[in-house]
């Protein structure tokens, strides 16, 4: 550490790592807005901000395994709190986003708008919902971020237009509802097909669509689906899709 340099501590290194979640991948340079305002936020420059993101970026499985290295000089407690992280996405999503708010002087819950009704209806608390949509909404923004807004499948390039769905259901797998490796960014159609197991990915990372769908000869059917059987998805540039959830999904989900 050069001479007068600040250590980093645990709650600025929580909101960088939020940061790394929610940025796309070659956007994590110092000329960011989002970078500049959490320098800003934390007091730190925005250069700084940026090389932390790098050494993030070195923990990263996916990165790793793209031959992709990342900074060299990160630090015990960055390891350590990418751990705590990578391993308990459900808390500590939740947490970094309350501390940002704090930072941000907002309360948790003007980040997502919470109906009164949906509380009553679900039969649960306001706190329980709100933790919910908050966490939602870091999910959907890490999967967009790692996709580029971009659908694995069609290519299609609006976020309006795409769902950030789970390989491994919401309702099976509570420990991955927020793991990014869980997710994939995808138009609303193929979402429906994926959802109810008429087309799935392979661990390779190619498409499959179903002989249900296959021998339907309607010409829509041929376009919207045959048309992009056994071809690869568009990969993310971090966060790959877990081999192990893609299988879950080949074997439990797919209608072959």
Not at 27 to 53: C, E, Q, Y
Request: charged letters at 25%; one cysteine or more; proline letters at 5%.
């Amino acid at each position: 550490m050069k001479v007068g340099q600040k250590l980093w501590n645990k709650e600025e290194l929580l909101l960088a790592i939020n940061l790394y979640c929610k940025l796309p991948f070659g956007k994590m340079h110092s000329r960011n807005p989002d970078i500049i305002k959490l320098a800003k936020l934390i007091g730190r420059t925005p250069g700084s901000v940026a090389l932390k993101l790098g050494n993030f970026a070195s923990f990263d499985p996916s990165l790793i395994a793209r031959g992709i290295k990342g900074a060299r000089n990160a630090s015990k407690l960055d390891k350590s709190i990418w751990d705590e992280f990578y391993n308990n996405w459900e808390q500590l999503a939740f947490e970094s986003e309350k501390l940002l708010a704090q930072y941000e002087r907002k309360k948790i819950e003007d980040i997502t708008p919470i109906n009164e009704i949906e509380i009553n209806k679900l039969g649960i608390t306001r706190e329980q919902l709100v933790k919910i949509r908050v966490n939602q909404s870091f999910f959907r923004k890490t999967i967009l971020a790692s996709y580029n807004n971009t659908c694995c499948i069609t290519g299609i390039n609006n976020p309006e237009l795409l769902i950030c769905g789970h390989i491994k259901p919401w309702g099976i797998d509570e420990k991955n509802r927020l793991n990014p490796r869980n997710g994939i960014a995808i138009n609303a159609l193929h979402d429906k097909a994926f959802e109810n197991g008429l087309i799935t990915i392979t661990p390779d990372y190619k498409i499959k669509v179903s002989s249900i769908l296959k021998n339907n000869k309607d010409a829509t059917i041929e376009i919207f689906f045959s048309f992009y059987d056994n071809k690869q998805i568009i990969l993310p540039s971090r966060f790959l899709p877990d081999k192990s959830f893609l299988e879950y999904h080949n074997k439990e989900r797919f209608r072959p």
